[in-house]
């Protein structure tokens, strides 16, 4: 059973777009829902993170939106970079859990 | 990646053959993790452990056991590595108030 669905699997935007990646959960005791980058070679790292009690947060060009009613949460990615071209992952815990559990990835690819 | 070392960066070994990976931190994060990346997959949760000597299984526990003697270290033991278990392994730390914030740059383990 995959507890968070990440889509789509690969995505391709040109310099300047908007780049938009969707999450699904079903565990409606989630409540912290983080994104994380990963270049080739590197690890995962943290992007921006929400929690149920806002609909949206934003820092810099990313913003994270979030449909609690939906169990839906999207990453946006405003005025996409090349620099920005890497692997996205999704992902979602519970308070009191140790566990995160991730979504499959995005490989984002924004072209000059 | 700052606050976690992770050895070997890259390993080859062969079947049947013991193995054993190290994560030490220097932000004395309670919490730390080990994950296996594979394409398709994700990152999937193989144990964690919740203090010194405190550990538990993830998802993908079979095949593999973990030690955590001192807070700074980390270790994960392959106790007879199998093809399957070639992958990429990420260490984790994770706070209550920095959840999961700090991934190890992965270690690249090679089974033939």
């Known amino acids: 059973q995959q507890q968070v669905k990440q889509s789509p699997q690969s995505l391709i935007v040109q310099k300047g777009g908007i780049s938009i990646i969707n999450c699904a959960y079903e565990?409606?005791?989630?409540?912290?829902f983080p994104w994380y980058q990963q270049f080739p070679g590197k690890g995962p790292a943290l992007l921006i993170a929400i929690r149920p009690d806002v609909s949206e947060k934003k820092e810099g060009r990313f913003t994270i939106s979030f449909n609690k009613s939906a169990k839906q949460f999207s990453l946006h990615i405003m005025d996409s970079q090349p620099g920005d071209s890497a692997t996205y992952f999704c992902a979602a815990s519970r308070s009191g859990s140790e566990k995160l559990v991730f979504g499959k990835g995005t490989k984002l690819t924004v072209n000059p | 990646d700052a606050g976690i070392t992770q050895s070997p960066r890259h390993k080859v070994t062969e079947t049947g053959t013991p193995v054993t990976l190290r994560c030490h931190q220097t932000e004395n994060h309670r919490y730390m993790y080990w994950y296996r990346q594979d394409p398709g997959h994700g990152l999937r949760l193989i144990h964690y452990?919740?203090?010194?000597?405190?550990?538990d299984k993830g998802e993908v526990s079979d095949g593999y056991s973990v030690s955590r003697s001192k807070t700074e270290d980390f270790l994960l033991t392959l106790e007879s590595a199998t093809s399957s278990q070639t992958s990429v392994y990420f260490c984790a730390i994770s706070a209550r108030d920095r959840p999961w914030d700090t991934f190890g740059s992965g270690t690249r383990l090679t089974v033939v």
């Open positions: 452990s919740y203090g010194v000597k405190d550990t």
């Open positions: 565990n409606t005791a989630f409540d912290y």
